[in-house]
DNA sequence: TTTAAAACCGACCGTACAGTCGGTCTGTTT
DNA sequence: AAACAGACCGACTGTACGGTCGGTTTTAAA
């Protein structure tokens, strides 16, 4: 049983590195220690251990908003916008593999004709854009979310702005750590009911606890 | 020479639909009528198909904007930022495979170790980016755009949050298309220096020639 | 009409792959 | 101590893959 969690590890750091083709069993024996037996032991294909994968990926990233939303409290929905999306993209940074294994074109290919694929990544998306588009409502109701726009629209356009982010990270394109504060800023922006105070007004230049990105800027 | 353009029609669709390991050289016999023999005489390599491709993207890409540029006078950065993103957007519709490969993780695997890919690939994004970049400088010059933020930071932002979106429609999540005018609005948000002006009395209601998105909301 | 280059062909080759299977070893239950 | 279960092993199998090569057909220049 301790192969096994090795096997996982191994193959998300596999799978997320060369694609779910271009990693082999054969490397993630050799990565294990685990015979090529063992792995057939424990998952029945290869296509499975990327499920395994996926549904961890799945409760893990639920888990952890989950947790992030019961330690915190939020003056306003727009408040809370920008602590889920800074936690968002702390996240895609904790959980690199898993998330670059959530954008691969293969995964979303395998979720057509894999119904188990298909619910962790429908259960992923639809809890995160359903949060997104809750929080929005919250802060068009306390105003300090603008009400010209349909919450959910306002949620799919953040959480893709978001994810246009974290596609940078995941392929270094630029240096998308410095761009972190900018982003938070520009979601502010497309949010914002009416004049804008500055992030420095509202709350004292404290970023908040977990630090955002890994790389920020100065 | 006939069969050489087929190939790369077909090889286009198969990397881009199921990656490039997943795509093999016999469906592109299949799909194209070639023999393999005619496949590599044309191609040395399964890899030079993908880079040729690449470059096809690239030029094409870089000519159809350069064409846009040529074609549209804008009065403030501002709206020419905004008739850009649109045109991205537009264009992600038009070479969708092409856009699909140029984000597929393996090809930017690949530009760590062929130097070709990497030309092609940085051609595209520094052309990209660098035209956000000037484009938003002018803004900030003519008061269309707000001056807070560095040029650099606004494109790189504008540009990620608009690939966020074309990843949203590679893999039909959701309704991309109705986020069109949604998305050209935030962008504005995300710019705009002073009251904002109701895109309705900026230009009477008409949108850009080529229509964005394909399937736009009403 | 000869000649040559280039487009095209498909049988063939070596290999790397996912998955199998008969078996060993270890810990637990009875 | 017998019986069982499940973790683990690695040689083996079939095959699908990328790539080769000797050859034929097409094109067009000389």
């Known amino acids: 049983m301790f192969k096994k969690t090795a096997i996982l590890k191994a193959a998300t750091r596999l799978f997320s590195e060369n694609g779910f083709h271009g990693a082999s069993i054969g490397e993630i024996t050799k990565l294990t220690g685990a015979a090529r037996g063992t792995i ?3 998952f029945k294909s290869k296509e499975e251990i990327l499920i395994t994968i996926l549904e961890e990926v799945k409760t893990g990233l639920i888990g ?3 947790q992030y939303l019961e330690e915190n409290e939020f003056d306003t ?4 916008m920008e602590g889920i999306i800074s936690f968002y993209l702390y996240l895609a940074g904790q959980m690199e593999d898993g998330f670059i294994l959530l954008h691969q074109h293969h995964t979303h290919k395998l979720a057509e004709v894999n119904p188990e694929c298909r619910e962790y990544l429908e259960a992923i998306y639809n809890y995160l854009v359903d949060l997104f588009e809750k ?13 010209d726009s349909s919450p959910r629209k306002l949620a799919l356009i953040l959480f893709s702005t978001a994810d246009g ?4 990270r995941s392929y270094n394109l630029y240096d998308a750590g410095a761009l972190y504060t900018e982003l938070l800023k520009s979601c502010r922006k497309i949010l914002e009911s009416r004049q804008p105070r500055t992030s420095r007004d509202r709350r004292g230049g404290s970023l908040p606890a977990h630090g955002g990105l890994s790389n920020t800027e100065s």
Chains 1, 2 share one sequence.
């Open 40 to 42: 057939f032991h424990h």
């Open 64 to 66: 952890a908003f989950d």
């Open 77 to 80: 929905g727009l408040d809370m």
């Open 165 to 168: 982010l974290v596609y940078f």
């Open 135 to 147: 929080t929005i409502a919250r802060g068009q109701e306390d105003g300090s979310i603008r009400r």
